[in-house]
């Protein structure tokens, strides 16, 4: 289960970037995926979770002062879609050429799994899934940061209030260190508002 849960977590990741093509308007307007499809398991862990929105928790403006430019949103999920067992939300935006800003969270609340798994496994699992972690310390209760193609991004776990977040900016020609300190400061920024 936990190869299962890491590999189910990176695939939605790229399902996400997948969705977000330079298409559209290039207004700000929300794409709520998956609003109207939430499962009974969902529905029943809704009531108990704070059901979080990330793009309150790194807001526009936040995201454009990181990449030095305007940017839009591309995908604002506010409910995990039926799909997703994991109670995975994410809200991406998109910088044109200066690069993107990914924020995602899991919810302890909100997973629809059978067999009791939790954030703090599916953290677990994406460490190792991953393999190649950088620890970072200052941030969340554990927090580490994977350069790799499949899951670039830094991975906090915040154990009181239930989440997992995955942050990802992408800044093109970026080093790694300014990689984790970007993604760094909006996970801070997130976690402040839980």
């Known amino acids: 289960m936990k190869k299962f849960a890491?590999?189910?977590f990176c695939g939605?990741?790229?399902?996400?970037?997948a969705g977000c093509e330079k298409s559209g308007t290039g207004t700000s307007e929300e794409?709520?995926?998956?609003?109207?499809e939430e499962t009974d398991a969902q529905q029943a862990g809704t009531a108990a979770a704070k059901n979080y929105d990330p793009c309150v928790l790194v807001t526009q403006a936040e995201a454009e002062t990181v990449l030095g430019g305007p940017?839009?949103?591309?995908?604002?999920?506010?409910v995990p879609p039926s799909n997703n067992p994991l109670g995975q939300k994410i809200c991406f935006y998109d910088g044109d050429t200066k690069g993107?800003?990914?924020?995602?969270?899991?919810e302890q609340a909100l997973f629809a799994t059978q067999n009791g798994e939790t954030v703090e496994q599916l953290y677990n699992d994406s460490k190792a899934g991953l393999g190649?972690?950088?620890?970072?310390?200052?941030?969340?209760?554990?927090?580490?940061?994977?350069?790799?193609?499949?899951?670039?991004?830094?991975?906090?776990?915040?154990k009181d209030k239930g989440v997992m977040f995955m942050t990802s900016v992408?800044?093109?020609?970026?080093?790694?260190?300014t990689r984790i300190d970007n993604d760094k400061q909006l996970v801070t920024t997130a976690i402040s508002r839980l």
């Not at 940017?71 to 506010?78: C, P, R």
């Not at 993107?100 to 899991?106: D, F, K, M, R």
């Not at 800044?171 to 260190?177: D, K, T, V, Y």
């Open 100 to 106: 993107y800003v990914q924020l995602s969270i899991n």
């Open 31 to 36: 794409t709520n995926v998956g609003a109207n």
């Open 132 to 158: 190649d972690a950088v620890v970072v310390t200052g941030v969340g209760d554990e927090s580490f940061y994977s350069p790799t193609a499949t899951g670039a991004g830094l991975y906090t776990l915040v």
């Open 12 to 17: 939605l990741f790229f399902i996400a970037l």
């Open 71 to 78: 940017v839009t949103i591309k995908t604002h999920q506010t």
């Open 6 to 8: 890491a590999i189910v």
């Open 170 to 177: 992408f800044i093109p020609g970026a080093a790694l260190s």
